[in-house]
């Protein structure tokens, strides 16, 4: 545990000397306004964040072969500070992709943002996102809730400076300034949260596992919960947020925050509900329909995209409703008492936790290989990059197939386990509780939404011929961000084939999330042991499908025989058929989105004449909650305002005092008695 | 064990072509002509096989990777499928789960190979392909869920175990339906009429076909035959649950089980004949009903 702490030390000041020699240098009049740092900091920068994140891993294996102490405690004369940090196999979990994405992050970094290029804040980007790494893992093990919120907060914040680097575009403004809104919303709620917890004084060690009494305030904290955490997550509808900040982020920051930064609020949902020594069956019902609504909400809104970093974006959202399921079908089990439900659905969702982090950021580092090489992050006007980046093609197309859940790789081996959790519920007599079953066909459901989509994006950004001509110069990926996302595609590809290796991991957090359950002995018995051991078999059917696929591949290239090559490719008897007639991405999604996420506004601009002339289209998919819902609702409760305002601030002093007397009155009524 | 693995995959590397054939004669037979030889797929496999290969200028590997994938995948889906009577040599919970993403596992990469070619028909195809497949791939799912209600476990030998006999008496309704699903599902998956038309003409029209206008040669034998292999895995499913009879005989089982595959196949050459293709805007309203009576068919069984 000293280890982890020596690692999130040096991942949170890796930034600093960069930053100190920027202001200097602005101090000195070298860098107009935007400090963009040198190459010799950038590089102690990526030496210290890679330090930092091999340290992190260590320590985490240290911590789960019982090596070393778990915690470390040092006296914080701050009122009611408690400085513990305590690393168990739950936090485990969540910090082992932190310490990955973040090496990936730094190794990708300097080829996308290079100094010499003159990137804009690039010395204060890199210190928020070194701080934002290092208070990750501080967050993941705090102890006392104080902690559990500074470290809460300066991660908020650095979030935002994330979001906002590229400040000088109105719309990465909004983003920034939605997303702040919206976090401090979540730490408002989670303010009340603690204080119910506590009873009054929100500034205490948080509970052990399972020693809360059912019963008093729990509705109301973990409905608190629920709020601040689900927006954190991004769990529709209060995901508004997500989709906009992650897009206006760079990339390796939207990678950071997609990847890592939601799952904070995963985490506390699983703390908030091991606190309980026993939960009601609607805490698992509200969970496993918000986490069905906002995997099928989300994915059916990513297909409506055309900005493949938006596109990616509400795609989070999609797998934070499938971690989210797996959570619901793990607390219904807690609450029916089925070990089988509690094994495999929590099993599942923190598999996925780590997976949707390892494959989310892959995907990131890869669509802004690509963004980098065409020059827009609109699909429409990419096409053909796997002839220019052969290797990105194939880290995205890795990505890809995970983030589908499509076997062999790790995708696969989450959903087959809370898949597994659902059709488990099949089994139980009470009806309640095998109406869970449902949660099978929701998941297949966004599954082939998934597929979709990503058949989508990969065939319009890698695949058929250029739809514009490409203004960049660099094609292929730099070594490091190659590098960078063969570390991520090395997880995917390794989880799917031998996912047996976590499920030590898996075994002990289930464990330490349900001590009742796994006191009994159940788990061990029924649950997260039987039910992941059977993960062996993915290994072997991996085997069996790739293997024959290597023959057959490499008997086509060897015998095959070309009878034509560089031809082009049949245009149904049209002779010249231009790039741009290639099927479009909006073209591709038109009939899912239809059913799907109805609402895609047309806007046309064709001039009425009787020849055809230039003309343009332009479609626009708003999100129903905040476009539709949220907006609206703020500007009628801002006119509201207004109006009221407009009778009470009349400008007669006399109205004044008789509001300040009013006031006093009612006061004195409520209070006066005591 | 070997014996029983090995005569499975003899019967279905060898007799999945057949399927096509006895649906053509049966078409044939209906349209009052003499029709194709029962074995005229073999014979087009073969040619296809002694061809050469055209290769677009737009194309890339992911190409080459398609057909490859589509003939993978319906093998290694058999392994996990008890084909009749005949158990599964690879067998564990929650196979089920593994057995239907695999066919999506082939879907990404046609499709993928489909847009490949830039071609602006092959991307409507695949489009279509994948819409559909989101249509259906819930109602296969449900027809599981009422499966796994019935069974003890969630292994398919499991959940097409020989109990199902007993089940037709208990929950037939929900069977009933749930058996109507999956043959549009298997219509569906397999491009048969009334979803689609292997035979038609006009490229505008076509789902699965229009995917692979640019495969030729070898390419193409291994999407037709691995589209064979598919229609009797997924037909297998069909049978077993309509015919869940075991005798305890080898080489008995085997026979029964390639003579309900002979079955399924005059049926669908039955239903080709008599109905008209649907109209694609209404192919997505008869998979979101379908799915609906399969939520029906699981009320039933759970309630």
Known sequence: MPLLLIAALLMAVSGAPGLARASARRRRGADAVQPAGDAGTERVATALLLAGAILGIVAVVAGLLGRGPHSVSASWAVPGGLFELRLDALSSVFILPVMLVVAAGAMYGPGYRPVREGARHGAGFRFFYGLAAGALPVLLTAQGTLLFLAAWEILALCGFFLVSTDDDQPAVRRAGYLYLVSTHTATLALLGMFALLGGGDPWLRLPAAGSLPAGGAATAVFSLGLLGFGLKAGLVPLHVW???????????????????????????????????????AWWGWTLLGA????????????????????????????????????????????????????????????????????????????????????????????????????????????????????????????????????????????????????????????????????????????????????????????????????????????????????????????????????????????????????????????????????????????????????????GCAFAAPAPRAQYTASSFADGLVSTFAPGRSLERTSPPALFPAPARVLSHHPDLALDRLLLPGWRLTARLFVRVRAVLHNGLTSAYLLYVALTLLVLLIIFGGK | MIVTTLLRLVLLLAFAPLMLGVIARTKAAFAGRQGAPVLQPYWDLGRLWRKGIVVSRTTTWIFWAGPVVAVTVPVVASLLLPMGALAAPLSFEGDVILFVYLFALARFFTAAA????????????????????????????????????????????????????????????????????????????????????????????????????????????????????????????????????????????????????????????????VMARLRLARVPQILVGTTLVAVFAVVLVLR
């Open chain 1, 291 to 570: 986490g069905a609504l906002s995997a099928v909400a989300g994915v059916s809104l990513a297909l409506a995209q055309h900005d493949i970093k938006r596109l990616l974006a509400y795609h989070s959202v999609e797998n934070i409703g499938i971690i989210v399921m797996g959570l619901g079908l793990a607390t219904l089990g807690r609450a029916a008492g089925a070990p089988a439900l509690v094994a495999l659905g929590l099993g599942g969702a923190l598999l996925h936790v780590i997976n949707h982090g390892l494959f989310k950021a892959l995907l990131f580092l890869a669509a802004g290989s690509a963004i980098r090489a065409s020059g827009t992050r609109e699909l429409e006007r990419m096409g053909g990059l796997l002839r220019r980046q052969p290797w990105t093609a194939v880290f995205f197309l890795i990505g890809a197939v995970a983030i589908c859940g499509l076997p062999p790789l790790n995708g696969f081996v989450s959903e087959w386990l809370i898949y597994r959790a659902a059709l488990t519920a099949a089994h139980h007599q009470i009806m309640g509780l095998a109406l869970a079953v449902l949660a099978a066909p929701a998941l297949a459901v966004v599954g082939g939404l998934a597929l979709a989509c990503f058949v989508k994006v990969f065939g319009v950004v890698f695949l058929g011929s250029p739809r514009e001509n490409s203004p960049t110069t660099s094609a292929e990926a730099t070594r490091g961000m190659r590098s960078a996302m063969a570390l991520l595609a090395a997880g995917c590809v390794g989880i799917g084939l031998a996912p047996l290796a976590l499920a030590p991991l898996l075994r002990a957090a289930t464990a330490e999330w349900a001590p009742a359950i796994a006191a009994a002995g159940a788990i061990a018995a029924e649950g997260v042991s039987g039910g992941l051991r059977e993960a062996a078999w993915l290994s072997a059917a991996a085997g069996l499908l790739l293997v024959p696929m290597l023959v057959i591949a490499a008997w086509l290239r060897r015998r095959g025989r070309i009878a034509a090559r560089g031809v082009p490719t049949w």
């Open chain 2, 114 to 273: 489909a847009l490949d070619t830039g071609s602006s028909f092959e991307g409507m195809g695949a489009a279509r392909e994948v819409t559909f497949a989101c249509l259906a791939e819930p109602t296969l799912l449900l027809g599981f869920v009422v499966l796994a209600r019935l069974a003890d476990g969630l292994t398919l030998n499991a959940l097409l175990g020989a109990h199902l006999a007993a089940a037709w008496g208990s929950s037939g309704a929900s069977l009933a339906l749930i058996v109507v699903c999956l043959m549009v599902v298997l219509l569906v998956e397999n491009a048969r009429i009334p979803f689609d038309d292997p035979n038609t003409h006009l490229e505008l029209t076509m789902i699965h076909e229009v995917m692979v206008l640019d495969h030729s040669g070898p390419l193409l034998g291994l999407i037709q035959y691995g589209a064979a292999l598919k229609l009797m895995v997924l037909g297998a499913v069909i049978m077993r649950m309509v015919l869940p009879v075991d005798t305890g005989n080898l080489w008995l089982d085997a026979g029964i089980f390639l003579g309900g595959q002979f079955v399924l196949a005059v049926v669908i050459g039955t239903i080709e004949s």
């Open chain 1, 242 to 280: 997500l989709p906009s900040a992650h897009a206006a982020a760079p990339t390796h920051a939207s990678a950071l925050l997609s990847g890592l930064m939601i799952k904070i609020g995963v985490y506390g949902l699983m703390r908030l509900i091991s606190f309980y020594a026993e939960v009601p």
